[in-house]
């Protein structure tokens, strides 16, 4: 441990350079001292709130607005066991089939768009009770498709997930794979966050057919 | 007659320790490899800047404020700006690494790093939170002054200046006490939810984080090691200051934190990016000294 501040004489170097104390070459802080006095108490608190989030006093949450507190909110990660494994997938209406069918919604999401760091994956896991995101989710799909896949409208969607079981420890598995819909047994449990109304649905496709092709 | 020397009063105590002069190593160490690790996070959604923040990606609409899922709107951009953020993103983080302009550098990597996580909700992470953080405190600090262009072009136009060895403590006690307390409210977490007795671990390695050694040891590794794993990280985590503050467990707190999250990074696909930061920030805050001054004075004598 270094002397106490009291002991260590006090150094005086030109700008930029080096202080000398007792074989230590210091490098000298731009930052002004009551700007770093500032920061070390702003940077005190950041952590204790950090710790305060994280140890679920709840604190934090009452006093800090809420573009700071997001920025507290980092410590508390993983707590809890998953009980299955979630999968996010849509169903869309083929206007010319006139019937709903799995759609690859990957290709509209191109970031990390393999595992669930995918916006769909995202949108899904955070506002999977907000209708008005989905709804916004549901325009977005098929402005992509629609616009990208002319020959295979969609009219709408159906977002839904599948919950599929974690086996016991030590239970011997295959490897993860994304299966097509299909693939996935009956026993797996498929819940429907949102269907794109039927009314909206054969309205959409009305108008694309009025485009054209 | 000369009055004896005042006692050290506790707070003396704790301004000497908080003071007290740090290997320039240390902070160079975060200054370089942390910039590089955040950009290698940011990597995947900065090659997709338009997707993530113009309209030509999916954006959650306004969520009228009071939101935890959007803690601040910020309207998306046009895509040429979008691109523009993502260029001077990269840019400033490869000058704050290679020691380039470095304190503007920093700033401006902090300002971006805090804009792009405030943007978009969905694909900010802990590591996103972070890097604002540590951007800043670099910011702040004297970091730059060794191993880096500026010092490098410094050292040319004044060869007789010294060297400097150490800088002001602060920032790497920061550093330090943030570790210690990251890791003690993660533990504290833990132990409130189910890592006492769940399955915790085990149940995470099932979807598609899953890499090809996680679903190796999932063959391999008998069920009640997963719930030993769980045990020593909690033991770990929720003592972590203690562990830290005691010279002769610091050492091996540095291993199991270390092998944590190499297995955290190893297990958990993009998870590599958190665990690679934490491990920067470790080595860089705990490492011992002469580890350190190897490795530098090896590689870069400026």
């Not at chain 1, 996010?88 to 069918?101: K, Y």
């Not at chain 2, 959007?70 to 704050?96: E, H, K, M």
């Not at chain 2, 470095?102 to 909700?121: K, Q, S």
Request: aromatic letters at 12%; charged letters at 20%.
């Amino acid at each position: 441990m270094a002397p106490p501040k009291s002991d260590v004489p006090k150094p005086s170097p030109g700008k930029g350079e080096p202080a000398k104390l007792d074989g230590v070459a210091l490098a000298q802080p731009w930052a002004p001292r009551r700007l770093r006095q500032v920061a070390a108490v702003l940077g005190g608190l950041y952590v204790f709130a950090v710790w305060l989030d994280a140890a679920g006093n709840g604190a934090a949450d009452k006093v800090l607005p809420l573009p700071v507190r997001f920025f507290v909110q980092e410590a508390a990660l993983f707590p809890h066991a998953a009980r299955d494994v979630i999968e996010w997938r849509a169903e869309a209406w083929f206007c010319d089939a006139g019937r709903f069918e799995e759609l690859d919604v990957r290709p509209y999401f191109p970031i990390r768009r393999d595992d669930k760091e995918s916006r769909f994956y995202r949108a899904m896991f955070f506002h999977l009770h907000q209708r008005r995101v989905l709804a916004e989710l549901d325009r977005f799909i098929a402005r992509e498709q629609n616009r990208t896949h002319p020959e295979a409208r969609i009219g709408g969607v159906m977002l839904l997930s599948l919950r599929i079981p974690i086996p016991p420890p030590g239970t011997p598995e295959a490897r993860y794979q994304r299966l097509p819909l299909a693939e996935y047994p009956t026993s797996i449990e498929r819940h429907y966050w949102f269907v794109t109304d039927k009314a909206e649905r054969e309205q959409r496709c009305a108008e694309l057919q009025g485009e054209g092709p | 007659m000369r009055r004896p020397p005042r006692s050290l009063t506790p707070l003396d105590r704790v301004r000497a320790w908080l003071e007290a002069p740090q290997p320039i190593e240390r902070l160079e160490l975060i200054r370089i490899v942390a910039p590089l690790v955040l950009l290698a996070f940011l990597s995947s959604r900065l090659i997709h800047a338009d997707h993530w923040l113009s309209p030509i990606g999916f954006r959650v609409p306004y969520l009228g404020g009071s939101d935890w899922r959007q803690p601040l709107y910020l309207p998306p951009v046009s895509p040429g700006v979008a691109w523009t953020i993502a260029l001077l993103t990269t840019l400033a983080g490869l000058c704050l690494s290679a020691g380039l302009l470095t304190r503007v550098a920093a700033g401006a990597f902090a300002i971006l790093l805090a804009y792009l996580a405030l943007a978009d909700r969905l694909e900010a992470f802990t590591v996103s939170k972070l890097g604002p953080m540590i951007a800043l405190a670099l910011w702040l600090s004297p970091c730059g002054a060794r191993y880096g262009v500026d010092a490098w072009r410094r050292r040319r136009r004044h060869p007789e200046a010294p060297l400097p060895t150490h800088v002001p403590g602060g920032v790497i006690r920061y550093f330090q006490i943030f570790l210690a307390a990251m890791y003690s409210g993660a533990g504290i977490a833990k132990l409130r939810g189910d890592w006492l007795s769940g399955d915790v671990l085990w149940s995470h390695l099932h979807d598609n984080y899953q890499t090809a050694i996680s679903w190796f040891l999932v063959r391999s590794v008998p069920g009640w090691a997963w719930q030993a794993l769980q045990y020593l990280s909690l033991t770990f985590e929720v003592a972590a200051p203690l562990w830290f503050v005691l010279p002769w467990t610091r050492r091996p707190a540095v291993v199991v934190a270390l092998s944590m999250h190499a297995m955290i990074g190893l297990m958990f696909g993009p998870v590599i990016w958190f665990a690679l930061l934490m491990s920067t920030l470790l080595v860089g805050c705990y490492a011992p000294e002469r580890w350190l001054l190897r490795v530098f004075r090896r590689g870069a004598p400026v």
